[in-house]
């Protein structure tokens, strides 16, 4: 179960992380739909895009840049935290929606928990893969803890001053008018 | 003051909703101390060695007499009857239980107030000019920005878990009194040859373990881009500052990597794309800010009273604090008083409950209800009628408010060092509270002059030593015993520059000692009217080390039963670090 547009969704989806053992060249890509690291796109690129459906995840180390040209062949991409702390998936998926225009699936995958799917939405996550040892539901209520903000991100086009009519100090505009 | 409308306060009473949530899961073991830990911190909240500690947001330093008031009921009701002003203007209570702080914050937001952001590694508080909107040699008011800055950053999505803490700071006078060149970014607001208003932008600058002055990025970003510019600057720290070791995560050591060039490329490319967009400034958000900021209804008065002059010839003290403690106001028959937190013998920053009242109604009696706190732990009241200047004088003193020592040499920077924190190697406050007893004669301190005297437990800095012009360091070595270093030519101001140490190490009782060596060297060498800093810029640093280290120190050690429990007198619970 994954969280996709503020439902709790199933999810058919494999990501694909390699071993070891394994390189992105020589790593056999399972049938049906699968989400390879970048590097095995980059690596297997032509295989793969001949596939009706395929996603791709991003290291927290990776570039989006890297998928110029090829965003649109994706019917989901993927960014993964390693690790709760590990902010740079934010800018990433901020690039990738508001640099590189992707318009797909964005998930975020790894160390996902119910405290980041605030920030993650604003910055342009619609989907959302959290931590399977914690209750989903309960991660849903995240994506609500605040009603408003002050700046903008991909989700907010305009900051909050010109949104709407904020006051002055009411002395000062009394004195004014 | 800036004032919450519907929105910010809406923002604060979720955010207290949500953290009460956050800690309600960490009791019942919904939450692990590992994932609760960025949770916590991203709102000032420490574990510290005997409680909580938790770090409230004065925005810029500025706060009013009301805010003051909940502070002192903060402490009475879930401290121990105190608090401790920082370094960056903030306010931290020591003594706290988890489960008290959702009331706490609760508390705070029912006055405008907050504790978003005073840890962790997102952008935290930005700090500001303590004379803001009433020095004489101000060009441009930073505080409307100031506030634009802290909403933009407060629960900026994207830049809330970044490689390490981000400090912001911004002065608007001629004279720097924000320590911009010792933040990760410093703002100059100023006004070009057209009389436009800008920025120059400094960057990459920063204390800790490698002290760093900050470069100048662009010398003049127009204001409208000032949001837009400073999100560039974040977005390629965010992507490219290294996340490896903790100890080189910094914007600073980015910066030096890349180089500044190739850093500010890297900015601009970022931010060609968001120049002129909808995050731009506005002419109406930046008068509607400014419209709290607006001077007050000054009366019009004249400098000078005759009062004044016969009371300080008949009153040592209260000349000693007109000279020290009071200055000048752009506007005639005003003054700036400095509240002095540093009477030789308490803790820099240490208000009890008691005195914050106090400074609460001095503030409604004689500055317009409004306080700033000031980056050297100490308070301001901005807005005093010299014609009652004895009057507040009289009061503040039977409060202990008025030692007169404002940039002198017992007006000491201290972080609470290893006592309170798990990272110091060694006590600060005790220290400063040796040297301040040393050094309590005032005659001597203000032949001395201008000097600054920094403390920190720790690499850390967060007592500021590499800015001090005397600097002095909690250093670990072997056996756990406490050494300090001392370091010298340290400065703030527009004539920044970071310290260097002179030499071996020392222990706790040898510090003082060394001090009134170097003080020694300067006395002997000083041309007339040089300041302490200004001789060791003339004569280098040879002539002090070698003063110091000639003579042996016939220093007694302290004598204590077991040198690694060491109980002060202040605080009732048995002193024990595991650091030691």
Redesign the interface.
């Known amino acids: 179960m994954i969280i996709k547009n503020k439902t709790i969704v199933a999810d058919d989806w494999t990501v694909l992380r390699l071993n070891e053992q394994e390189s992105a060249e020589n790593v056999t890509v399972a049938e049906g739909k699968v989400i390879v690291p970048l590097q095995v796109w980059l690596q297997q690129r032509d295989a793969l895009q001949q596939r009706a459906e395929i996603g791709v995840w991003l290291a927290s180390a990776e570039r989006p840049e890297d998928l110029k040209g090829d965003i649109h062949k994706f019917s989901v991409i993927a960014v993964d935290f390693p690790k709760?702390?590990?902010?740079?998936g934010?800018?990433?998926a901020?690039n990738l929606r508001?640099?590189l225009g992707y318009a797909g699936e964005l998930r975020a995958i790894g160390d996902v928990?119910r405290?980041q799917l605030?920030?993650?939405q604003?910055?342009g996550f619609d989907a959302f893969a959290t931590r399977p040892d914690r209750n989903i539901e309960d991660a849903l209520k995240g994506l609500t803890?605040?009603?408003?903000?002050?700046?903008?991100?991909f989700d907010q086009?305009?900051?909050?001053?010109?949104r709407?009519q904020?006051?002055?100090?009411p002395v000062?505009?009394m004195a004014n008018e | 003051m800036y004032?919450y409308?519907e929105?910010d306060q809406?923002?604060v009473d979720?955010?207290v909703k949500?953290y009460r949530d956050?800690v309600q899961r960490r009791l019942s073991g919904e939450l692990t101390e590992e994932?609760f830990l960025?949770?916590r911190l991203q709102n000032g909240l420490y574990m510290q060695i005997h409680a909580y500690m938790l770090r409230i947001a004065v925005p810029y330093g500025l706060i009013s007499s009301k805010q003051m008031r909940m502070f002192a009921h903060i402490a009475r009701k879930y401290d121990r009857g105190y608090g401790h002003f920082t370094t960056r203007q903030n306010i931290q209570f020591n003594w706290l239980k988890l489960e008290d702080t959702p009331d706490i914050l609760a508390d705070l937001a029912s006055v405008e107030m907050h504790a978003i952001q005073t840890s962790g590694?997102c952008v935290r508080n930005i700090t500001s000019d303590e004379f803001a909107g009433v020095a004489q040699d101000e060009v441009v008011d930073p505080r409307p920005y100031a506030e634009i800055l802290r909403?933009?950053?407060?629960?900026?999505?994207?830049?809330?878990?970044?490689?390490r803490k981000f400090k912001i700071a911004i002065s608007g006078g001629k004279e720097d009194r924000a320590a911009v060149y010792a933040h990760d970014i410093g703002l100059s607001v100023t006004k070009n040859a057209q009389g436009e208003i800008g920025f120059r932008v400094l960057v990459g600058g920063g204390l800790g373990r490698t002290p760093i002055i900050g470069s100048e990025i662009c010398e003049f970003v127009p204001w409208q881009h000032i949001?837009t510019y400073v999100e560039s600057i974040l977005?390629i720290y965010?992507?490219y500052g290294r996340?490896d070791n903790k100890y080189k995560a910094r914007i600073k050591i980015l910066v030096k990597a890349l180089g500044i060039d190739e850093f500010k490329r890297q900015v601009e490319a970022d931010w060609a794309?968001l120049k002129d967009?909808?995050?731009t400034?506005?002419s109406?958000?930046v008068?509607?800010?400014a419209?709290?900021f607006?001077d007050p209804a000054y009366e019009k008065l004249t400098d000078h009273d005759s009062q004044l002059n016969e009371f300080k010839a008949d009153s040592r003290s209260f000349s000693n604090w007109m000279l020290r403690n009071v200055k000048a106001h752009r506007v005639p028959g005003y003054a700036i008083v400095v509240l002095s937190l540093k009477k030789p013998g308490s803790v820099p920053g240490d208000a009890t409950a008691e005195q914050m009242e106090v400074i609460a109604d001095l503030a409604d009696r004689y500055s317009l209800g409004e306080l700033r706190i000031t980056h050297k732990q100490n308070l301001v009241l901005a807005d005093v009628r010299q014609k009652d200047l004895i009057r507040l004088w009289q009061e503040a003193t039977a409060q202990e408010l008025t030692a007169p020592n404002i940039g002198l040499l017992t007006d000491i920077i201290s972080c609470p060092g290893a006592e309170f924190c798990t990272l110091a190697n060694a006590r600060s406050i005790p220290l400063a509270q040796l040297i301040a007893e040393r050094f309590e004669d005032w005659d001597f301190q203000h032949d001395i002059g201008e000097i600054s005297l920094n403390i920190s437990g720790c690499v850390n800095a967060c007592g500021q030593h590499h800015i001090g012009n005397i600097g002095i360091t909690g250093v670990e070595k072997k056996d756990h015993d406490e050494w300090y270093q001392v370091s010298l030519g340290g400065a703030e101001g527009n004539l920044s520059s970071i310290g260097k140490i002179i030499g071996p190490s020392f222990t706790f009782n040898q510090v003082p000692e060394v001090i009134d060596r170097l003080l020694q060297v300067y006395l002997r060498e000083r041309l007339e009217a040089e300041s302490f800093i200004d001789t060791v810029r003339r004569i280098g640093h040879a002539p002090f080390k070698e003063h110091v280290y000639t003579t042996d120190f016939a220093v007694a050690e302290e004598e204590t039963a077991d040198k690694h429990v060491v109980a002060p007198a202040r605080y009732s619970v048995p002193y024990f670090s595991p650091r030691f």
């Open positions: 709760f702390s590990d902010g740079r934010y800018s990433i901020y508001a640099r928990l405290d605030f920030y993650m604003r910055v803890d605040f009603s408003e903000v002050y700046q903008t991100s086009k305009l900051p909050l001053f010109r709407v904020r006051k002055g100090n000062v505009d | 004032r409308d929105y809406q923002i979720e955010r949500q956050q994932e960025p949770l590694n909403q933009w950053s407060t629960f900026h999505p994207e830049f809330a878990y970044l490689p949001l977005r965010n992507q996340r794309d967009g909808p995050g400034l506005t109406e958000e008068n509607r800010v419209t709290f607006t």
